[in-house]
């Protein structure tokens, strides 16, 4: 495996507001809030002409929206026409696919600055349809049949975590827990409130409704409950990200013409990718993720750095135990320990190693196409110092790392930032 | 051409299991074993590669009982209230393979056990004007 053969930064980055935007809102419109956003972000400014691409990333816009081609469209729609516009699909990882071909576009010499895109417009469609769109990521000859759907297969390797590691339903809800705690941070995040609000909100409305109050003594409690449903077991409501709309751009410019924009770059030094059977059961492990793995190899030996390295990271959390998975996968802890190092708050903003300071794809939200790119707009802002309201870490941020996963598993995007 | 020569294809997996029966396929070079089955060896690249029969044993290796179920599911009339399972099987020869588990309690899912021995159950589906539709699901043996 070779290495970039140039330096290339990324110079801005932003995001529209994450949340259920249709009707009022779609594709084009949370594209457009997302390239304004990150052309803000841009110190020195950034016009199209200084553009040579857009690299769009988008799972299905085919089923949710009816609507293919969307390269060309979305490029057009910030004025890079007739720039080259390609799209990428991987499930959920498709915007850091987009990346990362960005970035090996740019190593080779062929284009100098790119404009990522990640997009996805899901509330469109109804839940039962949004269901089966996302099972369109796992295997649909033989899993499909056999009753998976998106939760039900990450319920399955959490069945099998919990086996093997005795990892319990109270470890995968103080992930979350975490994660609304961040959130509640983010101005961009598609709730924003903590699991302790949304309990007292849910308990004031029953005691309105005339109702007998509620005796949850806390969040666990709370989430334990009749009120936090089985969606596929052992997840529950509360274990599973949301259905998004949202958008994020991000910026992308070779040594030579990065100064151009921005005196801080921040660089990105380190990309992998890696690929697993869709099937669980064509797998060799049910409780790890040969992609992340992989990823996290590559993109470790590329930019020199190791797991102990790593200062903050944003990974794929599209439910409670991917995170701990992905803990576990990039190598931030033993297979086993990531439970308990989430306990310990080791993984909380003021942690040894903060994890999702976003919200993650549990509060934040989770627009499939458009998080590889939003996870990127996490570390940017953070990097720089630049994370809004109470969700700035304390420390100086040198090195950071993003992990987006397409599918259950099947695909997997690791990037390493650094300063 | 012989039963056993039928071209290793998705097609004739279904077909098979049409007839429940689940069938598998074996890598004469090297050995390794598929089920589903594969034309080719994904451990060495050959392609002589034959069917072989599953005995359809095995045991539970990961489940989840899901009330928000995709639409063929749905379309059954499962839900909220009544889950089904979703199951990853071991099957006795080595393969893990996919399949829906009946004869368990899916509203109970604590009460379902990794390590459960399995059998095979072939699972009918009625369709309108046609021939029921035969799914591939495992039960308690």
Same mark, same amino acid.
């Given at each position: ?10 110079? =801005? ?70 720039? &080259? ?40 469609? &109804? ?7 996302? #099972? ?5 000859? +033989? ?21 093997? $590691?005795?990892?319990? &339903? ?17 101005? $961009? ?11 007292? #909100?849910?308990?004031?409305?029953? *005691? ?11 969040? *666990? ?12 077991? &052992? ?30 770059? *921040? ?17 060799? #492990? ?46 931030? +802890? ?16 003021? =942690? ?57 598993? =099947? ?9 | ?8 294809? @998705? ?43 599953? /005995? ?13 179920? /995709? ?16 199951? @990853? @099987? ?29 059998? @095979? ?21």
């Amino acid at each position: 495996m070779g290495n970039l053969s140039r330096k290339i930064a990324l110079v =801005g980055a932003g995001m529209s507001k994450f949340g259920q935007h249709f009707p009022t809102k779609r594709n084009p419109d949370l594209w457009i809030d997302a390239w304004i956003n990150a052309v803000e972000n841009v110190d020195n400014g950034i016009e199209p002409k200084d553009v040579d691409a857009c690299y769009v990333g988008n799972f299905t816009a085919d089923l949710f929206n009816h609507q293919g081609h969307l390269g060309p469209n979305m490029a057009n729609l910030v004025g890079l026409t007739p720039k &080259p516009a390609p799209r990428f699909e991987g499930a959920c990882a498709s915007s850091g696919i987009a990346l990362r071909e960005a970035l090996l576009a740019i190593a080779s010499g062929v284009h100098d600055v790119i404009a990522v895109c990640g997009v996805e417009t899901m509330s469109e469609v &109804p839940t039962t349809m949004v269901t089966d769109a996302l #099972s369109a990521a796992a295997d649909t000859t +033989y899993e499909y049949p056999a009753g998976a759907t998106f939760p039900g297969l990450y319920a399955a390797i959490a069945s099998a975590h919990f086996h093997e $590691y005795g990892t319990t &339903p109270e470890d995968l809800m103080r992930v979350g827990i975490k994660n609304h705690e961040n959130g509640k941070e983010n101005p $961009y995040a598609q709730m924003q409130q903590t699991i302790k609000e949304i309990m007292e #909100s849910k308990k004031a409305r029953l *005691i309105s409704q005339g109702q007998e109050a509620p005796e949850w003594k806390d969040e *666990i409690d709370f989430l334990s409950s009749s009120a936090n449903p089985y969606i596929a077991s &052992p997840l529950r409501l509360f274990d599973c990200s949301l259905i998004t709309d949202g958008a994020a751009c991000l910026f992308l410019a070779a040594e030579d013409v990065a100064k151009k924009f921005t005196d801080t770059p *921040i660089w990105i030094t380190g990309t992998g990718q890696g690929s697993a059977a869709l099937s669980l059961h064509d797998r060799n #492990s049910l409780t790890s993720f040969i992609a992340t793995r992989e990823a996290s190899r590559q993109a470790y030996q590329m930019s020199g750095l190791s797991p102990n390295d790593i200062q903050i990271a944003e990974v794929h959390d599209c439910f409670t135990i991917a995170e701990i998975l992905a803990m576990e996968d990039l190598g931030f +802890y033993e297979k086993g320990k990531a439970a308990e190092a989430v306990k310990n708050g080791e993984s909380k903003r003021d =942690g040894a190693l903060p994890i999702n300071t976003s919200g993650g794809l549990k509060s934040k939200g989770h627009p499939v196409g458009a998080t590889g790119a939003a996870q990127a707009v996490e570390i940017f802002k953070q990097m720089r110092g630049k994370a809004e309201r109470n969700r700035q870490v304390k420390i100086n941020v040198e090195r950071a790392l993003t992990h987006n996963l397409g599918g259950s598993g =099947g695909t997997c995007v690791v990037t390493i930032y650094q300063k | 051409m012989s039963e056993n020569n039928k071209e290793i294809t @998705v097609y004739n997996y279904l077909d098979y299991l049409n007839k429940k029966i689940l069938m598998g396929s074996k890598c004469k070079k090297c050995g390794e074993l598929f089920a589903p089955p594969r034309r080719l060896c994904s451990a060495c690249s050959s392609t002589d590669v034959e069917w072989v029969k599953m /005995s359809g044993k095995g045991t539970l290796a990961a489940y989840s009982c899901i009330g928000v179920g /995709s639409k063929f599911f749905v379309d059954k009339g499962y839900s909220m209230k009544r889950p089904y399972c979703f199951s @990853v @099987v071991k099957l006795d020869e080595g393969p893990m393979i996919s399949g829906q588990l009946v004869g368990v309690d899916a509203t109970k899912p604590e009460s379902i056990k990794i390590g459960t021995p399995l059998k @095979v159950n072939f699972l009918e589906t009625e369709v309108t004007g046609d021939e029921p539709r035969i799914d591939l699901g495992f039960e308690p043996a």
